[in-house]
């Protein structure tokens, strides 16, 4: 993969991410802690808050060589704020770390453990497309609800992102 269009795959993840929060914002706390039965991860929050995990967990491993062994949980964020501070920090690190890869970096292969403990090798271009891909998947969930509360974020599809 091109190191340009993994720049804006990341940079089109950065933007839909803070549309998302933006959205989140705009719900009470009993809004973004309440149980929906239709999120895999049990709340706004607890979505959120996967999101995150998922792209701190991955840029440790690629980045750090880290394997974490478990993921943040929803309950390490009282409050939207809470996550927001720590998911703009997160931010920063992902785009200092994406912005310093070379074409060679994209083709390295990563060693690293699963939170269960299972060991495998994947190559970093695959892992940062899984990124991204993983974000849709979980921000599209935490969209569904916000849209049933009113606070729809829009058109969240890359197309959009590339031709604003």
Not at 58 to 64: A, G, I, K, N, V
Not at 105 to 126: C, E, H, I, K, P
Request: aromatic share 10%.
């Amino acid at each position: 993969m091109h190191i340009d269009y993994m720049m804006t795959l990341f940079e089109y993840n950065f933007w839909a991410n803070q549309r998302v929060r933006k959205c989140s914002a705009q719900c009470d706390t009993e809004q973004f802690v309440a149980p929906v039965e239709s999120l895999s991860h049990g709340s706004l929050r607890g979505t959120l808050t996967h999101i995150l995990s998922a792209e701190w967990v991955w840029r440790m491993r690629c980045q750090e060589g880290i394997s974490p062994s478990r993921m943040l949980k929803d309950a390490d964020f009282a409050t939207l704020d809470a996550l927001q501070q720590r998911w703009q920090q997160e931010e920063e690190r992902m785009r200092q770390f994406v912005a310093s890869l070379t074409a060679d970096d994209l083709q390295r292969n990563v060693m690293y453990t699963n939170t269960r403990g299972q060991a495998f090798t994947s190559r970093m271009d695959a892992i940062l497309g899984h990124i991204v891909n993983h974000g849709t998947q979980f921000r599209s969930e935490a969209s569904m609800i916000l849209t049933a509360w009113g606070h729809s974020p829009g058109d969240l599809d890359l197309i959009f992102f590339v031709r604003k």
